[in-house]
Each structure stands twice: as structure tokens, then as C-alpha cells.
């Protein structure tokens, strides 16, 4: 399929589907233009990167190529934020490292620029350095999930009512870790008193909870204040009463884990917390997942 062929299919799409709006997606007030995104998608499966099935690109494809781009204008963002920002160095490491892998004597410009740019941003991230504890507190009590690291308790049962109950219980002044182990139908919640963590730690990254959670119970997380009981939640497993633990109880947990990847987690938390809005024809921006979804 020529460019014309394909940017006019898109085009069409985009009617057929009442887009309403000159940009695809829009992040903290930061726009992407639909004809930025139509053209990615065009270049890329020029070369093979965005299959054509049926005269079309598919919608996931579509979907992934514009939460990258996302992506890329959140780590412009947060980079600005933290004093750094992509540098020549860093354009030629990664230009150097493409040139090894992949053949990009049929790409264009536009393209070969856009590729380096968004593997680019990963070694800016990398020279951030994670907020010391004051600053860490504030960005917690405010918004947990900024930090991209998340220190939860959590208990889950059969109805709504019981889980009601479990809250009633914690207004009255109940530890929330006792009412796991009194309420939860998880196994060794009275053990662990409901918390969710690594090996050697009381926390674990939001990354961990968009790829291996529940997406609803993700999206309860996201929501829930510091030292305060959230819920009814309701997930496939059952009814989740959901407890994000005081950053006093778990600073130090924090700490270990943003001091392995502090940009990389920073990112993701700046990603979920932030304001991001897609053209409903692409789909939603789902923060639980970390891009974008149908609708």
C-alpha cells in the first residue's frame, strides 16, 4: 500500500469514526497531532513495522504506536521537570546501537529521528536522580503512584456487603492489616495482614501492577489515599477493600526500589498521574494498563 493509499484509509477511519478533534492524543496539555501519528503509522509500515492486514493497519497497532508517542512527550516532560535532557551523546549511543540490529537504509528521516528520540529518552532517564525522602513524602501523600512504586495492603471477599463491613470496621478504628487477616478469603492475608510485596521489600513497581494485576483492582490502587481504606473494588477475584501504607511505614522500602531505576519508575508514575486525553476513535487512556485501549 502506497503513503497516499494509506493515510487516506486513515483518513476515512477517522470520519467513519466522528473524530472531533485535530490531535490523536493529548498529554498535560502537550498535543499529538493526528497527522504526526498518521504519519508514523504510514512510515512504519512502509517498512514492515506496521503490518497491513486486510488494507488496513489494525487498531492495537494503531493504538501502540500512538501510547509510544505518548510516552516519548511524557519523558520530554518529566525530563525538563528533573533538569535533563536528551543529548548528542546519547542520539549517537543509540544510533550506533540501531545501525548493529536493524537495517534503516529505507527509512526516512522523520522516522530514523523518531526512533532514536524515544530509545534516546531512556538514557536521560537514567540521570535522574530519585527526589530525596521530603520530597518523595510530598509526592506520595499527594499522588502515591508518582513515585511508580506502590506499598499496598489490600483484602478481598465474596460480597460487597462484607467488604462494607471490613471498612465499617476500619472507620471504628480496627488496623487494617487485622482486618485482612479477620475478613480476607486470601490465602495467608492473616500472616501477611493483606500486604502485596517483593521477596525483601514492602513495596513493588507500578509496572508490576499494569502487566501482572487485575486491571480493576490497578485502577482501585490508583485511586486510593495514603493511611485511608478504599473500596468496595471490584475485580475477577472478588470485592477488594484496598489500603496504601503511610509513607512512614514504607519510606525505606521506597528508597531501596527507586534507587534501582528512579527515571524509569518516575516516568510511569508521571504517566499515570498525569492528564491525558485520546481522541475517542483511537480509544481511552487507560492508566491501570499504561496506554491505550478500545473503548
Known sequence: MTSAMLLATLTLFASACGATSNAAAEINGRKISRSELELTVTELS?????????????????????????????????????????????????????????????????????????NAGSLALGRIIAPDAKKAAEMYDKAPASLGVLCVRHLVV????????????????????VL????????????????????????ITLTEYQSGFDADFTAGVLLAKPGVAYGPVKSSFGYHVIYVRPFVEVAEDISK?????????LLNGYVATSKIKVDSMYGVWNAARGGIVTS
Open 257 to 265: 526500589l527507586l534507587a534501582t531505576s528512579a527515571g524509569a519508575n
Open 46 to 118: 512502509e517498512v514492515g513495522q506496521a503490518p497491513i492486514v486486510d488494507g488496513e493497519v489494525a487498531g492495537e497497532t494503531v493504538r501502540s504506536i500512538l501510547s509510544a508517542l505518548v510516552q516519548g512527550a511524557a519523558t520530554d516532560q518529566l525530563l525538563k521537570e528533573y533538569g535533563q535532557e536528551i543529548t548528542s551523546a546519547d542520539r549517537d549511543i543509540v544510533e550506533a546501537q540501531i545501525s548493529q540490529n536493524t537495517d534503516t537504509s529505507t527509512y526516512t528521516q522523520h522516522l530514523k529521528d523518531l526512533i532514536i528520540d524515544l
Open 180 to 203: 485482612a487477616g479477620e475478613f480476607s478469603i486470601e490465602p495467608n492475608a492473616k500472616e501477611s495482614g493483606g500486604a502485596l510485596g517483593g521477596a525483601d521489600n514492602a513495596c
Open 158 to 177: 465474596e460480597t460487597e456487603a462484607t467488604a462494607n463491613e471490613a471498612l465499617a470496621k476500619f472507620a471504628d478504628g480496627t488496623e487494617f492489616a
